[in-house]
């Protein structure tokens, strides 16, 4: 990697506020709609229609599963043309997909010969390939935006602009659901589902405007007609990238074995209510903001690893107060997210180190290897992870399935191990003067 950079290659676009303000714009408003078609809503829904517990790791998997999709991002945006038509084609054809789940919970539904909670899963699986590609390309377009010292500023004002949205818009969700759900009849819950699904489809389609309006600068890259997957080995010959990309996935294969676990553990053991879960995470919401803050002031790689690692060691507690956690003591799980308030800084101080240490405008293959790759090992290990609990599930006299608590705590015992050897990653990353963002 060359110490220091031409001074072509430092005559880079510069951001205007209007501009940036659209970014956040987009982000505010995509995360919106985010927050009503998936993650818990979505699980919660998965639930209703009657989804076992390795359903529930596979669909909770699923985005991330399908997100290596985004290794082909480069290849076919050079194929079309523009990045920026890519995306566009990409997000259209997600956002379709999405709009069909709500129609699985209606009555007497069946698609392809699959139950109700296995065609969400389809949906999902198709719906989260395009975006994959799509949100490839947008860290990379938006990277050739500003120059390296501007990205903590770009990136954790899109953070704190999300992590707003999700304090609140989520919390109206649940309301909304858990009052149709005592009021309505079983049968009819589906709609409560469809019309919190359609809000959502709908801020996700309006947040596509803010975005096109802003220009997508021309890459400096040559196309290649060889498939991705054929030209990956030179990014992995890189020290720097081949040590944080090992902090990445090693990082994504221990959360995603927790995913079934915790949402059975907030159920089952805590009696959590999908508004009482996302009461919860505003209080982890509010303090990524904080975090994501503290990220976004950093400017150079060795500030991006610090920040790196102290963000995804602080996070590796939280494993101590879900095994604390009960029906009569809850509030444990308050320490829990106090602790993955840390991931504001992960969050933003992660994509951040792998831009510095990654050649400028060329961030489209290290990205989709440290964001898509890690989401599907993370993938996987939650399948794993659903597989795993499944299987240590007891048998009363009367037949009836339990978890016993100790088959929850020997996989958040696990999962922390593989979080704390993540954070040690990180301090093996090498970084020093010749990998300092040039201004």
Partial sequence: ???????????????????????????????????????????????????SSLLLGLLAAAPELVGSSGLWSRWLSQWVGSRKVTWLVCTVIARAFTMLIPLAGAPQMELWGLSSPWVVLALVLISQSFQGVATTLYFAWLTDLTTPTGWGRLFAGR???????????????????????RSMPADELWWAYAIVF????????????????IPDPEPRQTFSARPPVLSLGRWW???????????????????GLTQA??????ITVVGLSLTGYFLLADIMYGLQVI?????????????????????TLITTFSLLFWCLASREQWWWLIGAFVCWGAFGAVNVAGPNLLFALSPRHETTVPLALFRQVAGTLAGLSGILGGWWLDSLTVFSDTGKPTIPLTAFWLIFATSWIGRV???????????????????
């Fill in 1 to 51: 990697m060359e110490s220091r950079k031409p001074e072509s290659e430092q005559k880079l676009n510069t951001i205007t506020t209007r501009q940036r303000r659209a970014i956040w714009w987009n982000a505010a408003l995509w995360m919106a709609g985010h927050t009503l078609t998936s993650g818990a809503f979505l699980s919660y829904f998965a639930v209703d229609l009657g989804a």
């Fill in 159 to 181: 953070n704190i602009a999300s992590l707003i949205v999700q304090m609140t818009v989520p919390v109206l969700g649940g309301l909304i659901r858990d009052r149709w759900k």
């Fill in 198 to 213: 359609a809000i959502g489809i709908g801020l996700l389609l309006i947040s596509i405007w803010p975005l096109w309006m």
């Fill in 237 to 255: 010959q890189d020290r720097s990238l081949r040590r944080l990309l090992a902090h990445s996935w090693c990082l994504a294969i221990a959360n």
């Fill in 261 to 266: 676990a915790f949402f059975k553990y907030q």
């Fill in 291 to 311: 975090t994501s803050l503290w990220a976004g002031r950093c400017r150079t790689a060795a500030d991006h690893r610090r920040v790196l690692f102290l963000g």
């Fill in 421 to 439: 050897i993540a954070a040690l990653l990180v301090l093996r990353v090498p970084t020093g003067s010749d990998l300092t963002p040039e201004t």
